[in-house]
C-alpha cells in the first residue's frame, strides 16, 4: 500500500518491480495508474507498466536518433571530466570530450555551462548497456576535409598558440584545425628548456608544415625552419682561425661544448691545455665564458672543432728556446711501444725515441722510470714533437772527440786518442 497527500494507492506485488519489497517501507517512488474505481474507492498503480512505456518511448527515441542524418537539440544534465550528459527528449546521452570539437579532446567544462542547449547528433547505441554516445563534432562540417587539398608540407601559415606544454605546444589554425609544434621544431636551439621561454598562449607565429594527414587529423608544423639557422650565420661572419669568446654550455668525458654566436663547437680534452691528463671538466662548469681559436670549420657536417691551449706557449715552444738539435739530454722512460720508447724531459715534455733509433738499447730491456742520456734528433714546434737518438749520441760523442783533438797541439794524435780510449 502507498500513499500520495493523504490518498492512498495499491501496488500488487507483481506489478511493483521491486527486487525485495521489505526494503521499500518509506521510500518515495514513481508509477502509473492502471486502473481507478470510485465505487471501491481504490486506486491501482504500477511501477513495471511505467517502466515498460518509459522503456518504449525511450527506444522510440533512440531508433529516431539513430535514422542517419538525424540532428537534434538537447539540454546538458552534467558536466564530468569526460565529457557531458545531454538530454535528448527524455533520454540521456554522452557527448565525450573527444566528440566535442575537431580540435581533439578538449575539457568542456571551458566551453558549457549545465543547462545549456546544444545540438547533438547520436553516433553509438549500446543496447546490453543502455549507453547513447553523442558527437557535437559530428553536426559541424569536417575542416580536415576543407584543408585537405588546400594545405601541403612546405606551406607557410599563421596559427595561435592555443596550449603550451614541456614537450611543446598546440596551436590553432582558427577553423577548430590544431596542429602541434614539438619542443624540438621551435628554436635551432638544442638546449631549450622549456616551450614557455619562447611562446606565449593566443601569440600568433608564423610555421611551417612539416607533415598533414586529413584522416587522422593531425598536422605537425615547426617554427625553427622559418628562422635564419644559427649555422649559416656563423659561417658568414666567423672563419678558421679567429679567436673568439664563447660560453660552456655543457661537459662531458670527451671535452666541453662552447656556444658561440649560437653555435656549439666542441673543445677537445687534448685540444683544452697542455697540461697531461688534465680535462675540460676539471677546468670548467656550464656557465663559464672560455677565449678558444675556431681550428675547424666542416660545413657538410656543421661541426665547429675549437682550440684552447694553441693560444698557450707550448711546453715544446719553451723547450725550443734553450734546446737544439744535437744536444745531449736525460731523461725517464715513460711508456714502451712497439715502435718506440716515449721518454718524459724536464718541463713536462714528451720525446719519442724509435726503435732504429735506440741502439745499442733494447726496448724490451727498458723499464718504465729508468734514465737514459740521448741526443735531440728533431724539435717540430708546428706538430709539438720531439725525437731522441740514442745511436746518434754515440756519433756526436766520438765528434766532440774529434774537435777536442783538432783544438790541441801539445799531444800527438796518437797519444790523444789513446788517452780518450782509457777514459
Known amino acids: 500500500m502507498l500513499e500520495s497527500e493523504g490518498v492512498s494507492f495499491f501496488m500488487p506485488r507483481s506489478l511493483a518491480a521491486f527486487k525485495d519489497t521489505d526494503d521499500v517501507i518509506g521510500r ?23 517502466f515498460n512505456e518509459e522503456r518504449k518511448r525511450k527506444k522510440e527515441i533512440i531508433d529516431q536518433l539513430m535514422q542517419e542524418d538525424t540532428i537534434v ?24 570530450y573527444n566528440e566535442i570539437s575537431y580540435k581533439g579532446p578538449v575539457n568542456p567544462s571551458k566551453l558549457y555551462n549545465e543547462g545549456e542547449t546544444v545540438t547533438v547528433k547520436a553516433i553509438a547505441y549500446d543496447k546490453e548497456k543502455r549507453h547513447l554516445s553523442l558527437s557535437i563534432k559530428a553536426v559541424q ?13 612546405g606551406d607557410t601559415i599563421t596559427v595561435t598558440v592555443s596550449n603550451i606544454e614541456p614537450y611543446g605546444a598546440f596551436v590553432d589554425l582558427g577553423n577548430d584545425i ?40 593531425k598536422l605537425r608544423v615547426s617554427l625553427k625552419r622559418l628562422l635564419p639557422k644559427p649555422f649559416d650565420e656563423f659561417v658568414k661572419k666567423r672563419k678558421e682561425g679567429e679567436v673568439v669568446t664563447g660560453v660552456v654550455t655543457s661537459l662531458t668525458d670527451f671535452g666541453a661544448f662552447v656556444k658561440i654566436d649560437g653555435v656549439e663547437g666542441l673543445l677537445h680534452n687534448q685540444d683544452t691545455t697542455w697540461e697531461k691528463g688534465v680535462k675540460a671538466k676539471d677546468l670548467f662548469k656550464s656557465g663559464d665564458e672560455v677565449e678558444v ?69 733494447k726496448a724490451d730491456e727498458l723499464e718504465k722510470g729508468q734514465e737514459i742520456e740521448a741526443a735531440i734528433a728533431a724539435i717540430d714546434t708546428q706538430r ?6 740514442v745511436k746518434k749520441l754515440d756519433r ?15 799531444n800527438s794524435l796518437g797519444d790523444l786518442i789513446k788517452d780518450q780510449l782509457k777514459k
Open 178 to 217: 590544431e596542429g602541434f609544434l614539438h619542443i624540438s621544431e621551435i628554436t635551432w636551439d638544442k638546449n631549450i628548456k622549456n616551450p614557455k621561454d619562447y611562446l606565449t598562449v593566443g601569440e600568433d607565429i608564423d610555421v611551417e608544415v612539416i607533415d598533414v594527414d586529413p584522416e587522422k587529423h
Open 28 to 50: 518515495t517512488v514513481k508509477a502509473q495508474i492502471i486502473k481507478l474505481d470510485p465505487d471501491d474507492n481504490s486506486i491501482v498503480i504500477s511501477r513495471r507498466k511505467l
Open 396 to 410: 756526436l760523442q766520438d765528434q766532440k772527440i774529434l774537435e777536442s783533438l783538432n783544438q790541441d797541439d801539445s
Open 141 to 153: 562540417s569536417d575542416p580536415w576535409k576543407e584543408i585537405e587539398d588546400e594545405l601541403e608540407a
Open 73 to 96: 537539440e538537447g539540454v546538458i544534465k552534467k558536466i564530468t571530466s569526460y565529457g557531458m550528459f545531454v538530454d535528448v527528449g527524455g533520454v540521456d546521452g554522452l557527448v565525450h
Open 293 to 361: 681559436k675556431i681550428a675547424k670549420i666542416n660545413r657538410e657536417d656543421q661541426k665547429i672543432s675549437l682550440n684552447r691551449k694553441v693560444l698557450e706557449e707550448s711546453p715544446i715552444e719553451k723547450f725550443a728556446m734553450n734546446h737544439r738539435v744535437n744536444d745531449i739530454v736525460k731523461g725517464k722512460v715513460r711508456d714502451v711501444k712497439d715502435f718506440g720508447v716515449f721518454v718524459s724531459l724536464e718541463d713536462g715534455v714528451d720525446a719519442l725515441i724509435r726503435n732504429e733509433d735506440l741502439e745499442p738499447l
Open 384 to 389: 709539438d714533437r720531439i725525437r731522441l737518438s
